[in-house]
């Protein structure tokens, strides 16, 4: 081979290695381009996802500030009236824990409207649970009778309607007197003075007491909440030996208003005939007034007896009642003007601004 064949076989195999050298680049540089082109759609995929995610984000943010912009204004409360203290009563279901706030707040509160509404509040929760009802009377039960909380309830009971508050103070003094100790004739004789509430077996109850009660406290306080009306023949006997043997106690500081409730508890002669015996004793001047105070106040009829005893004590310049038995003769006896003279004559008496 020569040195020309040569020259153009190296001239082919250089042109062959140009024309595949072009072809290989040629094919890499699409693949180049899709990879590229795969990664720039992940990349865009990414930010419209975020982008996507950034936008619902705000539309919520927006959504509940527009529902904030269109829910009611707060009513501001200190444009035309005075702020009040949020409502002691939330329906936490336990009325003595309510009734326990209201306790505290009476005490350092001095808003009487407010303090009355929350009476109501109570009330109205007690009318419509009768639970609740029976829960707060087991409490009363238990509370000191002296005790704040003791007078707040019979308060708030005795507001409640008739056919509520009756039955629920009686079940409360009946469970009183029943309670073992020294004290529940009293706290019974102090929730029927309070309250007011009688019913028959309440009636009993203060009849025995009157009767058998060894405390003579006890026995006047009862007939104090007692008319003689109701009670029998026989009772009404009992009673007044009960009054008369406490009366023949010399020592008993209560004498003589043991002798006025005998007296209440007499009928017509009997009154007359223990009128007559005090005015024997003249050492009884308390029940000789007792008597004269009874007469006035129509309790104890006009006698002559009685009239003859009162002119007898007027005459008497020494007599400590002299200027009470004038009295009681001008104003519930008839008398002529000689006796009339008789006995105010050279008297300084005061009789409706008439001096005499």
Known sequence: MNFMTKSIL??????????AGYLVGSNAQPTTSVLNSSETERNQHTTDSSLTTTTS???TKKSNAEQRASAPAPTDKSEGSIVSEEPLLVDNGDIIALFND??????SNSDYKEYGKK?????????????????????????????QASYM????????????????MQRVMENALLKEGPENATNFLELVARTGV???SITSSLKDIAIFSEKDEETLRALDMLMPYELSNVENQQVRERLL??????????NPYYFSQLLRFSNTAQREQLALDAFHDESNTEMQSIIMDSIQAGTLDRSAALREILFSIAKQDQNELQHQAIYTLLYRFDLSQNEYNDITQ??????????F
């Open 10 to 19: 190296t001239a082919c195999i250089l042109c062959v290695t140009f024309v």
């Open 198 to 200: 009688k019913s028959p």
């Open 346 to 355: 050279g008297k300084n008496l005061n009789i409706e601004n008439i001096i």
């Open 102 to 107: 209201f306790l505290t707040y009476s005490t």
């Open 245 to 254: 043997a406490a009366i023949n106690n010399s020592t008993n500081p209560d």
């Open 153 to 168: 309830l019979v308060s708030i009971i005795m507001g409640l309607p008739q056919e509520l508050s009756k039955p629920a």
């Open 57 to 59: 984000a705000f539309n």
């Open 119 to 147: 009476i109501d509040d109570i009330r109205n929760i007690l009318i419509s649970s009768s639970a609740d009802l029976a829960l707060l009377l087991e409490y009363f039960e238990q509370v000191p009778i002296d005790s």
